[in-house]
């Protein structure tokens, strides 16, 4: 019998690993992910993909340089975008 891996929905996903995220994270890094996390929940996982940064930064914070002097530099941004996708995909063990 093959071993098959539970899927989770995005909801449960993102419940279950938010406080190991956030802990990651500075209050602006915080805010941005949050509206990140919500747009993974509601659209799916293509929200996540490091294409779609400039648009989730332009639809959050009007602009790329708007978004630099609340989160830093665009590698910073970047890091940040993908570092906590680490955290969400994280496997746990039962």
């Known amino acids: ?8 929905t995005r909801t449960a996903r993102v ?3 938010k406080t190991n995220i ?3 994270l500075n209050d602006k890094q915080r ?3 949050s509206y990140v996390l919500h ?9 996540l993909d490091v294409s779609k940064l400039s648009t989730v930064l332009t ?3 009007g ?4 978004a630099q002097q609340e989160l830093g530099t665009v590698q910073e941004i970047q890091g940040t975008f993908v570092g906590f996708q680490a955290e969400l995909y994280r496997e746990t063990s039962a």
Do not use: C, P, R, W
Request: charged share 20%; aromatic share 12%; no cysteine.
């Open 1 to 8: 019998m093959a071993h098959a891996k539970l899927s989770i």
């Open 15 to 17: 419940a279950t690993s």
């Open 22 to 24: 956030y802990n990651l």
């Open 31 to 33: 805010e941005f992910v």
């Open 39 to 47: 747009n993974y929940i509601d659209v799916g996982v293509d929200e």
């Open 59 to 61: 639809a959050k914070y």
């Open 63 to 66: 602009n790329i340089h708007a």
